[in-house]
């Protein structure tokens, strides 16, 4: 369930670079287009993913599926902080017990809010998904 979320972190993985360096960093980001584009990707891979993998777990006859749509879907917030993780000890020249909580806790924050915003993405995808094959079923 977890491992659903590599496949769209992929996709945001060059970009958090800059994004980092833009908002704990020296840089500024001015790409915004591109942004905006790796953004639409992430959305769309995350339902694709999510809804392969409830297609797989209704093909095996598992009809629970409500809330792994939602992790699945939200897991990739968990390595976006696994980023955080890498990118403070080996990207940053911060220290301090200060510049530590406030950059964990601030990308705490963002990345549940990531995990709250692609786990909805999901489970939206996958309850269309599930709706529409089960819509052509018919009863006898």
Known sequence: MAMAGFLPFSAIYIELYYIFASVWGHRI????????IVFI???IVTAFI??????FQLAAEDHEWWWR???CGGSTGIFIYAYCLYYYYARSDMSGFMQTSFFF???A???YGF???????GFRASLLFVR???RSIKCE
């Open 69 to 71: 749509s939602f992790l």
């Open 50 to 55: 999510t809804v392969a993998l409830t297609y």
């Open 115 to 121: 995990f709250l915003m692609l786990g909805t993405v």
């Open 41 to 43: 990707i992430l959305l």
């Open 105 to 107: 806790g601030y990308m």
């Open 29 to 36: 980001y001015t790409i915004y287009s591109i942004l905006f």
């Open 109 to 111: 924050c963002i990345c």
């Open 132 to 134: 529409h094959i089960y």
